[in-house]
């Protein structure tokens, strides 16, 4: 069997256990045996295709990483109006505990409410942006 037939056997592989586990880095590895087939395919030695195949998989991964570092998270389902009909909602508050806190009237209840970040701590309407365990994340409206 030819080098090449190896090397695309193992990313094929590498693909199905992506299918089966979901590791999106399994198809980044499966890249860098596709690298190490085009190089059996260029006729190159079986030292450089496994340096092809592991510094095109590492640079690949490597990549995948840092971009998703650079990407903001996706926002918490405690946050989105789908699922929390409060989001968006607003409230008064007529003053900030030194602790952070208010107590506010929602819904006919005294609720606790936190401040979000970079919201200031002032009297005054405030929508509501978070559900969190039993208290009202809020920023200024």
């Not at 499966?30 to 640079?59: F, K, W, Y």
């Not at 789908?82 to 929602?106: C, R």
């Not at 009297?123 to 994340?137: D, S």
Request: hydrophobic letters at 50%.
């Amino acid at each position: 069997m030819a080098e090449s037939t190896l090397w695309w056997l193992l990313a094929g592989a590498l693909v199905a256990l992506e299918l089966v586990t979901g590791t999106f880095y399994l198809l980044m590895l499966a890249l860098g045996a596709a690298a190490g087939a085009a190089a059996a395919h260029a006729g190159t030695s079986a030292t450089v295709q496994i340096v092809v195949a592991a510094l095109v998989g590492l640079a690949a991964v490597a990549l995948w990483t840092w971009q998703r570092r650079r990407r903001p998270g996706d926002p918490s389902p405690r946050a989105l109006r789908s699922v929390n009909l409060d989001v968006g909602e607003t409230v008064h508050v007529t003053a900030w505990q030194p602790d952070g806190t208010a107590q506010v009237k929602y819904r006919g209840a005294d609720w606790t409410a936190t401040l979000a970040a970079g919201s200031p701590a002032e009297p005054g309407q405030y929508r509501i942006v978070e559900l969190v365990g039993n208290r009202l994340m809020v920023e200024k409206a």
